[in-house]
């Protein structure tokens, strides 16, 4: 069975936002709101059965502020990298308002990082003062459900390090790669829409270029693609103005609907 849900891009920049602290370039200084790129996170809304945010930016409290998010029922963690969790102690307002704890999901690796970048939410030790987010920590060992909601997680190289996309239904959300491994193709076969990292064109250690996102995405063969996790080299008019049918930039603010599978 499916459910129809809402995709919002809550952000689709690169690490250092677009635009990026200094810099004087033409997109840094483009006018075109989607140019202006904050950090990367997705929301996937299926209504009245499960509200999920993919990361917590550091942007996480502007992001939910616009678009008017006020219930989550779990955080998914593509990785520990800093633009894509600093956002984590948001979820104090979420603890507030909803009278418990959120429920977070990511790989051993990524929450033994994220335990030490946020020491003091599972230390245990006392606190003078200062609110504390509650957080209910599961581990990603395979597929999984939140409020009967399907979610397969896809295993991606971000470089030497091994990190997670996700797969609801006919969508699929694969941010920070550079390779898809083997064993992961067959699990984005047949995604009618597909979000994938493109951080420039360029050559990069741990990010597909627009290039090699492109052949990526010919090989999966989606319906439509979305590129995301954009640096201020790529400009919004001018790149899309080159990007073959069906393909095309991620803007911040951007909504999609999808079919996700019910679990
Ligand atoms: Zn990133
Ligand atoms: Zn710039
Ligand atoms: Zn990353």
Known sequence: MTLPARITFLGTGTSSGVP?????????????????????????????????????????????????????????????????????????????????????????????????????????LPRQGGGIPKIDAHEIDGPFSIGGVRVVPVPLWHGPLPILGFRFGSFAYLTDCSAIPDDSWPLVAGVDTLVIDALRDKKHSTHFTVAEALDAIARIAPRRAYLTHMAHDLGHAETSARLPAGVELAYDGLVLDALVDAS
């Not at 307002?93 to 335990?115: D, H, K, V």
């Open 20 to 124: 990026m602290i200094g810099c004087t370039c033409a997109v840094c200084r483009s006018m075109n709101p989607r140019d202006r790129r904050l950090r990367p996170s997705i929301h996937v809304d299926v209504q009245g059965q499960a509200a999920i945010l993919v990361d917590t930016s550091p942007d996480l409290r502007q992001q939910v502020l616009t678009h008017g998010i006020a219930r989550l029922d779990a955080v998914l963690f593509t990785h520990s990298h800093a633009d894509h969790i600093l956002g984590l102690d948001e979820i104090r307002r979420f603890n507030f308002m909803q009278q418990g704890p959120i429920p977070c999901y990511a790989t051993p690796l990524a929450w033994e990082s994220i335990r030490q970048t946020f020491h003091y939410i599972f230390d245990g």
